[in-house]
């Protein structure tokens, strides 16, 4: 225990997936956090949402949305196609798929999180990847500045979670820096309940035993940072929250019933909420277009629309159009995934189990609104 103690810590805790609707109901650290404020979320998965926290900017000025995008020019994975000659059985595998990915990774000298899906290899050769670099770095964006960046520059002292480490060494990793009493901003990041909520969905025990673990965890670094610093203030945050799922639809299986050509006709990506098309023909166009605005359970995205929810892209990088589906509908079998699961986000804004939330022991300065509104927050606790 220090003598002198510290003016001042912030610390920022990021939860994946801890929507606002994931927490109704629920009395996590109701005492502690009594400012309670839902913050918008921002159209696209982790991969888009995390991004704009970390830079204030939204997916078009970032450059960061869903991973994979269609740009056969730049593909890096052209020496994978060959891994379609091997049985499918085989090769599509998770934990083969997982391997595969952390060779890819390594080979790559890509530092960003990599994961390969469902992606087939036979078509891989026509897709680059959006997160090739650690976001939680400076320099890791691909467009903007984010807040490591901004901290180092200002000459801040600082702590960041590690996200390839576990929950619980990051915990002790913070505890450390909270000891040494030096840093006056920290991150933590903690994605665990994201994937359990995936898997079992919001309404479940589960997800209450883990909100109780993160409650306990977090009590210990407000009491630890109250030994060590005059004043803590503490803010958790999340990008998104997560939908229970409801309905398959086989987009895949639809599109291919049109008897187009995969690569000559069109191209598309399939992620679990979203379907994205890139043409090569008029006809494709029309025929894919038709077959969209027929299913019930999804909707095309105008580019008016795209552009009020900040993800209209130069040259249509990530598709020349978005089928998005209704909250509490999946792709199945999609790019990222053959089997179903329970829980599901990367649906419109708008739906109610898309909602963020902000939880703080202060006021939050700079009146938050949605999660991209973080990054002045951020700014503000840091001083610069
Ligand atoms: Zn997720």
Redesign the pocket.
């Known amino acids: 225990m220090s003598v002198a103690k510290q003016r001042r810590i912030s610390i920022v805790v990021f939860i994946?997936?801890m929507g606002w609707e994931v927490l109704k109901g629920r009395s996590f650290l109701a005492r502690e956090l009594p400012y309670r404020r839902k913050l918008r979320s921002v159209l696209g998965?982790?991969s888009a949402c995390v991004p704009s926290i970390l830079t204030g900017l939204m997916p078009r000025e970032h450059g960061h949305w869903s991973f994979f995008y269609y740009s056969p020019e730049t593909s890096p994975f052209k020496p994978l196609r060959a891994l379609n000659l091997l049985p499918g059985g085989l090769v599509n595998r998770g934990r083969v798929r997982n391997l595969l990915s952390r060779a890819v990774k390594k080979a790559y000298g890509f530092t960003g999180y990599f994961q390969l899906y469902n992606v087939p290899f036979r078509y891989i050769h026509l897709f680059d990847y959006c997160e090739k670099r650690d976001i939680f770095k400076p320099g890791g964006m691909n467009r903007g500045k984010n807040i490591f960046e901004c901290l180092e520059q200002a000459g801040v002292r600082y702590h960041v979670s590690d996200w390839h480490l576990g929950e619980e060494e990051n915990f002790s990793r913070l505890h450390r820096d909270i000891e040494r009493g030096e840093v006056t901003f920290a991150f933590l990041y903690l994605a665990q309940l994201?994937a359990l909520l995936?898997r079992v969905g919001k309404e479940s025990d589960k997800v209450d035993q883990k909100l109780a673990e993160y409650e306990q965890a977090l009590r210990k670094v407000l009491a630890h940072a109250a030994r060590h610093y005059e004043d803590v203030r503490m803010f958790i945050c999340s990008d998104h929250g997560m939908a229970t799922v409801h309905t398959h639809v086989d987009l895949i299986g639809k599109v291919e019933a049109l008897g187009l050509e995969y690569g000559r006709d069109y191209v598309a990506a399939y992620d679990s909420t979203m379907g994205r098309f890139w043409f090569h023909n008029e006809h494709a166009r029309e025929r894919i277009r038709a077959l969209l605005a027929d299913i019930p359970e999804g909707r095309i995205l105008s580019d008016q629309e795209l552009h009020a929810l900040g993800c209209d892209f130069d040259h249509h990088q990530f598709g020349e159009l978005i089928f998005l589906m209704d909250a509490g509908v999946i792709i199945v079998p999609s790019h990222m995934g053959e089997k179903p699961i329970t829980g599901m986000?990367g649906y419109h804004p708008d739906a109610p189990d898309s909602d963020a939330s902000l939880l703080s022991n202060v006021e939050p300065p700079c009146d938050p609104k949605a999660i991209p509104d973080m990054f002045r927050l951020m700014r503000h606790e840091a001083g610069i």
Do not use: E, L, V
């Open positions: 994946d997936a998965y982790s994201d995936h986000h």
